[in-house]
């Protein structure tokens, strides 16, 4: 028998990975469920095992940040200092419990799911003042006119911030530029000065809304979390600053990314595009729940072990850091059949896009709302749209997996 030739460790800056990371996916999943990567540590992508990983609250959780970080960086390394990895350490994503559970709650209870569905009517006015604005040129960017534009605009609206204010746009773009410390590599000199700059630029603007907000209140988010402050344990203002920085982010960039790869999936399947047509409202969630799955804005996540553990049988040993590959979870066959299919028709929302267990994203109720309403509000608006699938340009990093660009064209209209 000829012997399996070996895996090479992941290497998750590998820029072969941007465009395709399926093939490497399925060759992980189905020959080293268990691998060990490059920067040394296990990469786990069998939908059972992800999910062992993530709903498991008492053997693994954030661990020790900073050594974490200097898996990368090397032992010297002062991950402190640096203002985006000292933000990173303070997000309740990254925190364990108590400190999560309370913050978690005090943010669940102004995103209220209440709050979030009494959105969709100004979610769909939002969408149509979006197409209205291109629609008669016969062509657009589905990317930068439309998926990423539109959470950016709803966000906004959600958070009392005023969208066509002059900072905005720097302030939109902070973002991506500033979330590359969530990446699991090393950062470049370069990459990190942006963080790093992006993240204080982004406490000063968050800092002056707050203050605003205590001075006069509001109806918004922003006013709801800034009034936690007022009650015991609520949150300070810092915490506040921490916490709604990335509130703005999750809320638009993998919200733009599943909106935007879901387009792209839907017109390289253009059957499955014509289903969407013949049926937008009765398969826009179908739709939602299958670009989700299939197209994982989040490819990844992880933890660490905080006592000697095991996932499925294989040991883990404290501290050993564990990188959950949620995309490959998603199209494993154990789980989903036919997995590498596209179907709007599938029915089933047991991906782990939103991860799992006590980290389970807080805003996946507005995430699916606004990725139905795109894609019913433009399968109906737009029915002969031609998108050029081919020459769609992938945004060059590996967790936030979306696109730049994607040209689409329909007869213009006079
Ligand atoms: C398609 C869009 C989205 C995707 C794919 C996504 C994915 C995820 C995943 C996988 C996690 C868990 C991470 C982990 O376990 O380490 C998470 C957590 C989180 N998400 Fe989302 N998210 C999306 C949209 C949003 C939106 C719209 C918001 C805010 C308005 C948001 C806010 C958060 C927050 C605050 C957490 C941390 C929760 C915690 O640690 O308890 N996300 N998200």
Redesign the pocket.
């Known amino acids: 028998m000829e012997a399996e030739a070996a895996i090479p460790p992941l290497d998750t800056s590998d820029p072969a990975l941007i465009p395709d990371p399926w093939p490497t996916f399925t060759t992980l999943r189905e020959r080293d469920p268990f691998h060990w990567s490059k920067y040394g540590y296990w990469v786990v992508s069998r939908h059972e095992h992800v999910r062992d990983v993530?709903m498991n609250r008492k053997d693994f959780g954030t661990g020790d940040f900073a050594a974490n970080l200097r898996l990368f960086y090397g032992p010297d390394f002062d991950v402190l200092a640096n203002p985006a990895y000292r933000w990173l350490s303070e997000v309740?994503?990254m925190q364990d419990p108590p400190q999560?559970t309370r913050i978690?709650n005090l943010?669940v209870g102004s995103?209220t799911a209440k709050r979030v569905r009494a959105m969709e009517p100004r979610i769909r006015e939002i969408a149509q003042a979006l197409t209205d604005g291109f629609k008669a040129r016969g062509s657009a960017d589905l990317i930068t006119e439309f998926a990423y534009k539109f959470?950016v605009m709803v966000?906004c609206d959600?958070m009392g911030i005023d969208y066509e204010a002059s900072e905005m746009a720097d302030l939109i773009a902070a973002i991506p530029e500033a979330f590359t410390v969530f990446e699991a590599r090393i950062l470049s000199p370069e990459e990190l000065a942006l963080a790093n700059r992006r993240i204080l630029e982004l406490e000063a603007f968050f800092q002056a809304q707050f203050e605003n907000r205590l001075a006069h209140p509001r109806g918004d988010l922003l006013t709801s979390l800034a009034r936690t402050g007022q009650e015991p344990g609520g949150l300070s203002v810092h915490e506040a600053i921490t916490?709604t920085i990335?509130?703005f982010g999750?809320?638009?960039e993998?919200?733009a990314?599943?909106i935007g790869n879901g387009l792209h999936a839907l017109h390289a399947n253009p059957e499955q595009w014509a289903r969407l047509v013949a049926d937008p409202s009765g398969m826009a969630s179908g739709a939602c729940e299958e670009a989700?799955r299939h197209q994982?804005?989040?490819i990844a996540?992880?933890?660490t072990a905080l006592a000697d553990t095991s996932v499925c049988g294989h040991p883990v040993s404290a501290g050993q850091r564990v990188l959950t590959l949620?995309g490959a979870a998603n199209r494993d066959p154990r789980k989903f059949a036919d997995p590498d299919r596209f179907d709007i028709a599938r029915n089933d929302a047991d991906h782990?896009?939103?991860?799992?267990?006590?980290?389970?994203?807080?805003?996946?109720e507005?995430?699916r709302i606004?990725?139905r309403v795109a894609f019913e509000h433009l399968a109906r608006e737009l029915p002969q749209m031609q998108v050029d699938t081919g020459g769609a340009c992938w945004r060059e990093n590996f967790l936030f997996r979306g696109l730049t660009g994607l040209e689409a064209r329909w007869p213009a209209q006079a």
Do not use: D, K, Q
Not at 352 to 364: D, E, N, P, R
């Open positions: 993530l309740f994503i999560h978690r943010v995103l959470p966000i959600l916490v990335g509130l999750a809320g638009f993998t919200t990314n599943i989700l994982s804005s989040l996540t992880y933890r949620i782990l896009t939103f991860g799992g267990g006590i980290h389970f994203c807080v805003g996946a507005l995430a606004e990725a």
